[in-house]
C-alpha cells in the first residue's frame, strides 16, 4: 500500500521509492509534521524522524533488508513510516529506519556479490579487500548510524536497535533474536521482557565477536541491539502480515515512548540459548552433515557428526545440542552454522 504524501512522489512510499530505485538526487528531502516531528530522507533506503520534543534520551533504530530478501520485516518497517508521515504513530524518540541492501531487495536475493552481515566493524575495509556494493553499503550503513547518533545525542543517550531479519529455514522456534557478543555483559530483564512481548521467546547468546551490523551498534556505540529472526523468507507480498503483528504493535509503543506497561518479569519465560560452537567453512574437505530439510532448532545427540574437515570434525559432546542457519554453500573462512546448548 502506498499512501499520499508531500514527501515521496506520486504513489510512492519508502518501500517502492527504494525498490524502483526512485530516490531523488541529491537524496535530502525534509519535512515537518503537524505534530512537530522532522522528517529526513537521509540517502537510498535511509529515513530519519526526529521529534521536537523527546519523551527520554532513548533513540532507536529499526533496520530490515540486511538480507535483500527478507521481505517481511521491510514491509512492517515500511507500515511503520506510513503511519509516521500520515499523523497515525506520533514519535516521542528519535528513530532511524534503514532498509540495509536495496541493491538485494531489487533481485530479491540474499545479497548481491558478498553477505552485508558480515562485513561490519572494519571488515569492509580490511587489508587486501576489493571494495564491493556490499563493502560501500556496510561503510554507509555505518556512517548513517554514526550521524544519527551524534545528531540526536542527549546526556546518558540510550541506543536501542533491532536488526529484522527472516530465515532461510524453517524452524522449530518461528521466533528468536541473536544477542552480539560484548565482553561480559549479558541481555538486561527488560530486553528479554521487550523481546517476549513482540512473541519473540527465544534468545541465542553469541560467544565470538562478529561483523553483522546489530555487533556493529553494541560495540562501537554500547546499544542494546538483538538481530531478531522473525519467521521465514518470502517474495513481497506474499507474507502473512498477522504473523507479524505482535513484534509491529511492540514497535510502535517504542516509537511512542509507552514500552514501559511491558512487566519485566516476562522476561522469565524467555529461553536462552549459548552458542557452544561456531562452525566456519575451514575450505578444503569440509563438509557439513547437515541435511537440506532440517529445521533451526534441531536437537543433536551425544556423539553425532556435524562436520569435518581432512584434519577435523566436529561431534556433539555429553549435552544435547541444537543447530541454527546451516548452510555449507558460504565461501571459506564464514560462518556455516551455529550450535547451541539450552540454558
Ligand atoms: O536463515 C539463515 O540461514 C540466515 C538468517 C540470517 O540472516 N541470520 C543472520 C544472523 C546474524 C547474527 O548472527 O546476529 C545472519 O546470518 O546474518
Ligand atoms: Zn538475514
Known amino acids: 500500500m502506498t499512501v499520499s504524501s ?26 515537518q509534521l503537524d505534530n512537530g516531528c522532522r522528517v529526513t530522507r537521509i540517502g537510498l533506503g535511509g529515513i530519519q524522524v526526529i521529534p521536537d520534543n523527546s519523551a527520554d534520551n532513548k533513540q532507536l533504530i529499526f533496520s530490515s533488508a540486511i538480507h535483500g530478501n527478507e521481505t517481511a ?16 504513530l506520533t514519535p ?16 530479491a536475493e540474499r545479497f ?18 576489493s571494495p564491493n556494493l556490499e563493502t560501500e553499503r556496510a561503510k554507509q550503513l555505518e556512517a548513517w548510524v554514526d550521524a544519527f547518533i551524534e545528531e540526536t545525542n542527549q546526556d546518558a543517550s540510550e541506543l536501542w536497535h533491532y536488526d529484522l531479519h527472516t530465515a532461510i529455514r524453517g524452524s522449530h522456534r518461528e521466533k528468536f533474536s541473536l544477542y552480539p557478543y560484548v565482553p561480559n555483559r549479558t541481555p ?23 561483523g553483522t551490523f546489530s555487533a556493529y551498534t553494541s560495540v562501537k556505540h554500547h546499544a542494546e541491539s538483538f538481530t531478531i529472526e522473525l519467521g521465514s523468507v518470502r517474495p513481497f ?19 511512542e515512548a509507552k514500552e514501559a506497561s511491558i512487566p519485566d518479569q516476562l522476561a522469565e519465560e524467555v529461553d536462552v540459548f549459548e552458542v557452544c560452537h561456531e562452525i566456519l567453512n575451514t575450505g578444503d574437505g569440509f563438509e ?17 557428526l556435524i562436520w569435518n574437515d581432512t584434519q ?25 552454522g551455529l550450535m547451541l546448548k539450552k540454558q
Not at 515521496?8 to 517502492?16: G, M
Not at 520485516?73 to 497515525?88: A, D, K, R
Not at 507480498?237 to 517504542?254: E, F, I, R
Request: glycine share 4%; with cysteine.
Open 188 to 210: 538486561p530483564k527488560q530486553q528479554l521482557a521487550i523481546m517476549q512481548a513482540a512473541d519473540v521467546k527465544t534468545v541465542l547468546l553469541q560467544a565470538t565477536p562478529a
Open 112 to 129: 548481491v556479490e558478498e553477505n552485508l552481515n558480515r562485513l561490519f566493524l572494519g571488515k569492509h575495509s580490511a587489508p587486501g579487500k
Open 6 to 31: 508531500p514527501f515521496f512522489a506520486e504513489n510512492q512510499d519508502f518501500l517502492s521509492e527504494t525498490l524502483n530505485d526512485l530516490t531523488p538526487t541529491p537524496p535530502t528531502n525534509e519535512i
Open 237 to 255: 507480498g506474499q507474507n502473512d502480515l498477522s504473523k507479524y503483528q505482535a513484534v509491529k504493535t511492540l514497535l510502535c509503543q517504542l516509537i
Open 312 to 336: 577435523q570434525e566436529y561431534r556433539v559432546g555429553e549435552a544435547t545440542q541444537y543447530i541454527v542457519f546451516p548452510n555449507s554453500k558460504v565461501p571459506k573462512g564464514q560462518r556455516a
Open 92 to 107: 516521542k524518540r528519535p528513530v532511524l529506519f534503514l532498509l540495509g541492501n536495496p541493491n538485494s531487495m531489487r533481485i
Open 73 to 88: 520485516p521491510i514491509e512492517v518497517c515500511n507500515q511503520l513510516v506510513n503511519e509516521i508521515l500520515s499523523g497515525q
Open 288 to 304: 557439513l552433515h547437515i541435511k537440506e530439510d532440517v529445521w533451526n532448532f534441531a536437537p543433536f545427540n551425544k556423539g553425532e
